[in-house]
């Protein structure tokens, strides 16, 4: 198989829902993101051979998000374009399917990443609702409009929350955070140690604040300024006194979760240029890595969080690749029970035996080796570009080490779903 080399990545701001990039789509959220590529690696868009783009929450006004993205951004109209969704590792999805469209002899160059705007997930109409208004549209009478008009009841008016469903598994009936507390429980992860986890995410994530920047594009707004220039998650002053005052959301009497020790709900995305090692070389252009390898597990939807120790495991079993042997290690904190859980269940002989049938222990891997620059808890989780989000951090983590060598990021999904890529300085 060829190689899929990663030449750079740019990302927007991650702002908390409802803030800074509110009122930024999906597309020109993704738009900035390409344009702002295609500017610093100059690549000439009518070399790339395909978009391919991660997003969860799809806009209705948007069909195929990515072709719109592409099309806003400059690339012409006869490159084709692909919107991939795996819940969380939407924007991971990307480049796995960029990975396989190119061995399957469909392109070389690719514009990959995701976009996600969960400030703009729409609220919706029950389904009797919708019928009453479609009744009332049929109305060609001003008798028939009144009887359809008086048909209607305040209930009708009350929205259902696309986010709140996206965001509950409708096998295990439970929503993430839910999920969340069901691990926190199973693997005794009492709340002082996420509340301290996610500490840790603060500080890490301010102390690297001008590594950090240098991953990010500014978003510019034509009717307004100034552009937004920075992430607005990591809290400089985050203490554990104040984490310990929130109250639980998912589970108000017992719970441990809450919107401190859980990642934010946010906007942003995430665009990375990607080829073939060999049309890299043709164009003169200096890869900052490459894909080693990139698996997806199963696992129960009521414990998703799991998911990163199951596609660790295969990731392992399939094509050598041991954790012990990562440098730099990504894991996307979705909840910080559910990542320390990821962590304990790696080094359990139980566990190990039991769901991923290896005689052995995976691996130790202690908290302070994760997420070095901070993670979701303060960065934020745009949930279909996180996972392209995961990939540039850790490459840049790789150049920033002289000695560092092999990355590893992995993902929880929602829906019982785990995800794991291993990347490679070059």
Known sequence: MKNLVIIDGVRTPFTKINTA????????????AVNALIAKTGIDPVIVDETIFGCVCQPAD?????????????????????TVHRNCASGLEALATAHARMNTGNGEVFVVGGTESMSQAPLLFKQNTAAKFTTLN????????IAAAAAFRPADFLPLVALKL??????????MGETAELLAREWKITRDAQDAFALRSHEKAHAAHDLIADEITPVYFPDRVPPVLADNGPREKQSLEALARLKPVFQKKYGTITAGNASQITDGAVALLVTSEERAHALGLEPLGRLLACRSAGCDPARMGLGP???????LELDGLHPDSADIIEINEAFAAQTLAVLKALRSKAFARQSLHHHQPICEIPAENINRQGGAIALGHPVGATGARLVLTALRQLHQNPFARRALVSLCIGGGQGAAAWIEKT
Do not use: M, W, Y
């Not at 990039?21 to 900035?32: P, W, Y």
């Not at 996206?166 to 929503?175: C, K, Q, R, S």
């Open 309 to 315: 120790a199951h596609a660790i495991a295969k990731s």
């Open 62 to 82: 948007a069909a195929n998000i990515a072709r719109i993205i592409a099309l806003r951004a400059g690339i012409p109209d006869s490159q084709p374009a692909l």
């Open 138 to 145: 049929r109305a060609r009478t001003t008798g028939k409009k």
């Open 21 to 32: 990039l509110g009122n930024c789509s999906a597309v020109d959220l993704g738009r900035s």
């Open 166 to 175: 996206g965001l509950t598994d409708p096998v295990a009936n439970l929503n």
